[in-house]
């Protein structure tokens, strides 16, 4: 029943998308609406139901092979490839090394990115050859996840074609979804490892009870890095590294 209900944001992103497509034509400010609304959704469906997925897969193969392409076809990206950058995220843990660090090196220097760079043109962050060939060399990822990597490339572009096919704005909005979606992610990544001192903390987390009771301990990140073996129900706040905004807010404060 717990793993049931952590798909909420998963169905409401997959909701919101459909109503935004149905409305485009008899409502377009409202079918915009609806689509902000599932890239906001397509935010937590990463943060808390895939990232949970990551960590705490089913015993059933074959459901876990149909959700990973349930799950790239939402995040319009190779899940196998999110599930390759977070473990390399977990090994080197925003410091450099990691794909998603908040922090770049200059000229032999340690220094912040850019917020507004991370957030809005994250796209232009690396290559997946260079990704791929990183992980490889740790062991986050093997060939078998490789050759996943194509199918649900595959599988994207298929679904890309067939909304393109059926109305060349609906393939335009779900390429909307895949941009903004992941410019909130990436804002919330930017909020969970603000770049203040670099190597002073894993992360930084949001211990309100109610925020916590509503996006399932979603804002103890801080244990999450510290403990990534437990699942979110066993996660209690430790009250180290406090924020006093949600991630996805706190990167536009930058306030402790």
């Known amino acids: ?18 109503s935004a497509l149905i409305l485009l034509d ?11 609304a599932s890239a906001l959704f397509l935010n937590f469906s990463l943060h808390i139901t895939i990232h949970h997925f990551v960590h705490f897969r089913l015993k059933a193969k074959t459901i876990n092979t149909i959700l990973e392409f349930v799950y790239t076809i939402l995040l319009a990206l190779p899940y196998s490839f999110y599930r390759m950058q977070h473990y390399n995220h977990h090994r080197y843990d925003n410091r450099i090394g990691d794909m998603t660090s908040t ?3 200059k000229n032999d220097e340690i220094t912040p990115k850019s917020f507004f760079n991370y957030s809005f043109f994250w796209f232009l962050n690396g290559s997946l050859k260079t990704a791929l060939a990183i992980a490889s060399r740790d062991g986050d990822i093997n060939n078998k996840e490789k050759r996943k990597i194509r ?20 393939g335009l909005a779900y390429l909307s979804l895949f941009y903004v979606g992941w410019s909130f992610i990436s804002i ?7 770049p203040i001192k670099y190597d002073s903390t ?9 925020y916590n009771g509503v996006f399932f301990n979603n804002g103890l990140h801080l244990e999450h890095h510290l403990e990534p073996h437990l699942d979110y129900p066993e996660l209690k706040s ?12 706190i990167a536009f404060f930058r306030k402790k």
């Open 26 to 36: 008899s409502n377009l400010l409202l079918s915009l609406l609806f689509l902000f």
């Open 202 to 210: 894993d992360a930084y987390s949001y211990p309100n009870k109610l």
């Open 151 to 170: 199918l649900q490339i595959f599988a994207i572009l298929s679904v890309y074609g067939l909304l393109m096919w059926l109305n060349l704005w609906y």
């Open 188 to 194: 919330t990544n930017y909020g969970q490892h603000l």
């Open 238 to 249: 430790k009250n180290d590294s406090k924020i006093t905004w949600p991630h996805l807010l």
């Open 103 to 105: 922090w770049e090196k």
């Open 1 to 18: 029943m717990y793993k049931t209900r952590l798909h909420i944001f998963p169905l409401l992103q997959a909701a919101c998308f459909i």
